[in-house]
């Protein structure tokens, strides 16, 4: 039986991406979390661009037992749509941080891999699920059994409203929507963290700058990070502060009354011409009588989330690395 005084065993399936690193700093940060891996995926740039990244920052914060695996390099149909425009050439654009000297974990399967580490586990794992859906996808088709070490999947992905990467779909469930699609429909806990949700988590200047005071060398890593990010929002979607959506994910396992919460049918358009990558969120349960119900973020604590992340940067500070 799971204890709550006891920390939450998490696995990240990611593609860092400036706002993923912040759900890894998030999870190695905050005492409620025990990460035991992170996979990799193809999405905010390539897969072997985000296994470097979730390396470095490992790395960066002292973390390198942490194992990480590469994962998928490609959706399960058609080709891989990358987010580069938003985060760089390398995912990670911005300040230049040491790079590991690590290696991935070499493995044939990634989700054989993700298999037997969530099974060895005492405790049911919360999956974050906070790139496109090819991986855990693969998990669950290939690894049924794996639900009965699941606490629950919190994917990052969808809205309930418009999309970012096209006028509605997020940019995750567009890059491999068939992969979601298998995921709703598998018998798992599951609740999403959308953009209507994300949205609320802004980078003011106000938190950058108390990430700065309060973050060490860290903080100032973080903070030239969030000015890349920043500059790719204001450019391409007019945001005064970026949102940084991924960490929300690892708010809600430490904490999910960090969220309000409104149990849905989901369902992810395949076929659109103008809205592939959609996700229907039928929040008035009206047309989706026959789909199972997904518990979709509504509404954020902003105060309890950024107390979160500047309080996990300022703890992990202390083992920062820069040459």
Request: proline letters at 7%; hydrophobic letters at 40%; aromatic letters at 6%.
């Amino acid at each position: 039986m799971f204890k709550q005084s006891e920390p939450r065993p998490v696995l990240i399936d990611c593609d860092p991406g400036h706002d993923d690193a912040m759900a890894i700093l998030l999870a190695c940060g905050n005492p409620a979390v025990d990460l035991i891996g992170v996979t990799t995926v193809f999405g905010n740039t390539t897969v072997d661009n985000t296994s470097q990244n979730a390396l470095d920052v490992l790395s960066l914060i002292g973390r390198s037992d942490v194992p990480v695996v590469r994962g998928s390099a490609g959706p399960l149909r058609g080709e891989a749509v990358l987010g580069e425009y938003v985060h760089g050439t390398s995912g990670l654009d911005g300040p230049d941080i040491p790079r590991s000297n690590v290696q991935p974990t070499s493995v044939v399967n990634v989700a054989a891999w993700m298999h037997e580490k969530i099974m060895r586990s005492d405790q049911p794992v919360s999956l974050a699920m906070i790139g496109p859906a090819t991986n855990v996808a693969s998990l669950l088709e290939a690894h049924p059994d794996v639900i009965s070490n699941l606490r629950e999947i919190v994917f990052m992905g969808g809205s309930t409203e418009r999309g970012n990467h096209t006028p509605y779909a997020e940019f995750n469930t567009y890059a491999d929507p068939e992969a979601l699609d298998l995921i709703l429909k598998t018998d798992v806990q599951i609740r999403m963290i959308g953009l209507n949700l994300t949205h609320q988590a802004l980078v003011t200047p106000e938190v950058v700058q108390e990430i700065k005071d309060r973050g060490g060398k860290l903080g100032e890593v973080v903070s030239e990070w969030m000015g890349f990010f920043g500059e790719s929002y204001e450019s391409v979607w007019k945001f005064d502060s970026p949102p940084l959506h991924d960490p929300c994910t690892i708010a809600s396992i430490i904490e999910p009354g960090v969220c309000e919460w409104q149990s849905a049918p989901i369902s992810v358009e395949l076929e659109g011409r103008w809205t592939r990558g959609a996700t229907s969120v039928d929040l008035d349960h009206r047309f989706s009588e026959d789909l199972p119900l997904i518990e979709v973020a509504t509404k954020l604590n902003v105060p309890k989330y950024w107390e979160y992340i500047v309080g996990a940067v300022e703890l992990l500070s202390s083992n920062m690395k820069m040459d």
